[in-house]
């Protein structure tokens, strides 16, 4: 009988893709570090387009694990969208949903990413893949149960429950973006809406502008401050986690809304004990890369 | 060496402490029936008074054991509020924050109950234990992941994952009724804010004057069924269950909003395959008492 010994995966490929950039990483498995990353500005136009930077993206990575001679044993990709499964499932990789990136919507990505490359495909949320570098390597790496939350061009959320993410059913858990925050003249305002409506649809113009003392955009992320800390107090009232990890590009902004944050999230929590709960900044580099580099086709 | 054979536990006594109601049911754990109940207006005015009815309320139902012999193993305790910790961790047994029946709040009635009948007692959140008794006996009994709402003097949530109550790190977890859906004013309401204000802390009378015709009361619960859909919505975007229950004293009139909770639900549910959930009422009677019935320690 031979014994055939599986080659060890040493690397892996991860992907953002959000609304505004797009990055990649080549990933080593074993030291949990970035061997090379690139970043893009989104294609938003059409698919053809889109797919040619997301090659132009990936493709030299994959030529610099070939000339290290780097096994990589997949591609871990995150989506600003909905997913339509969680891992393992997500043969297809198909995006159901993708609020920022309509291009996107309904194409079996993965499946065009396997056929590029040869390579497994593994997708997921990028607030997911946030949060999973977050745990793994990142600011909360000691808690079982944590809430996620990113500011980039939109919001998103995802938590974890022992250690893991939680996917729920049809893979959408966590989405705090789509969370009722107010009801303006008889109509339904998510924080998502509230977000894009504030900031114009351009966060990080706005963090500028405030930085630079233009005292109406000051007022502007006051206000997404308290709509942010409002909405995650109801989702902390659902969740009840150990800590609250905050990260995105809008993250750097942070001085503009962090305390209005908290001010409204610990005035909204319902329990005592909760009350208390920690509220930190991601500590990973390109943590939605790297945490789709870690996606596993296991978990 | 002798070998003690523990009795075998065939019953117990289930208690569900509402804001308006309490009720007490002798439970056979064997053939999952009700034995005999009780059920008492709750007394709001002070601690004393609350223990004489909760004492009045249990006794019977004791004495009914004895006489029949059976082995009552414990009593189990639902309370309108957050509980200090899930079981089995709430060795005292406290009360952090009971809104609707304020006199509770922070008494440790766990330890309080022991103390008097010498029965081990577990407690929960009421909403956690109505959705235990139509998971385990009810409405959803098929699905490892759903959500509970209770509609009485207050509003209850809870959720399962892998047919458990998902309590959170603190015991707090599902609280539908503390999430925020509107701002009126600057000023942040909950879901439980614009029920109690919108049927002025009495919903059962004014769902009696939408029956007899009352427009004004009618077009009441149609925002009630309004708000509880899109703070719904805002929660299985987090949890994304397979199935949504619904119970309490409120749901007899369910034909008063029950539709405006199903098309708000729908509209604001952001995964495509999540706007499908299924949403049903509790099929349990005394529910909240059953469920109290089955808490168990090794939970």
Request: hydrophobic share 45%.
């Amino acid at each position: 009988m031979v014994q055939t010994k599986l080659p060890n995966i040493t690397h892996s490929i991860g992907v953002d893709i959000g609304g505004t950039k797009m990055s990649a990483v080549l990933f080593d498995l074993e030291k949990n570090e970035i061997i090379a990353d690139y970043q893009l500005a989104t294609p938003k136009d059409n698919l053809d387009n889109f797919l040619v930077m997301l090659w132009a993206l990936i493709d030299p990575l994959i030529e610099k694990a070939k000339k290290e001679k780097f096994n990589v044993g997949r591609v871990g990709i995150g989506v600003a969208g909905v997913v339509d499964q969680p891992p393992p499932k997500n043969l297809e990789g198909k995006i159901l949903d993708s609020p920022n990136l309509k291009i996107i919507n309904n194409v079996s990505l993965g499946k065009i990413v396997f056929e590029k490359y040869g390579l497994p495909v593994v997708m997921d949320n990028d607030a997911n893949c946030f949060l999973l570098a977050e745990t793994k390597l990142g600011a909360v790496k000691n808690y079982a149960s944590a809430v996620g939350v990113t500011l980039g061009t939109g919001i998103g959320g995802a938590f974890t429950v022992n250690h893991e993410i939680f996917h729920g059913v049809h893979g959408s858990a966590g989405e705090i973006g789509a969370m009722i925050v107010d009801v303006v003249e008889d109509v339904p305002h998510t924080l998502e809406e509230m977000y894009h409506n504030l900031t114009q649809a351009n966060p990080e113009l706005v963090a500028a502008e405030a930085y630079e003392g233009d005292e109406l955009a000051g007022k502007v992320y006051e206000e997404v401050g308290r709509f942010i800390g409002l909405t995650l107090a109801s989702m902390i009232n659902i969740v009840d986690p150990e800590i609250i990890v905050i990260g995105g590009s809008v993250m750097k902004s942070s001085g503009l809304f962090m305390t209005e944050i908290k001010k409204n999230l610990k005035a909204e929590i319902l329990s005592p004990k909760l009350k208390k709960i920690k509220i930190v900044a991601g500590k990973v580099e390109r943590a939605g890369a790297v945490g789709a580099a870690l996606l596993s086709p296991s978990m």
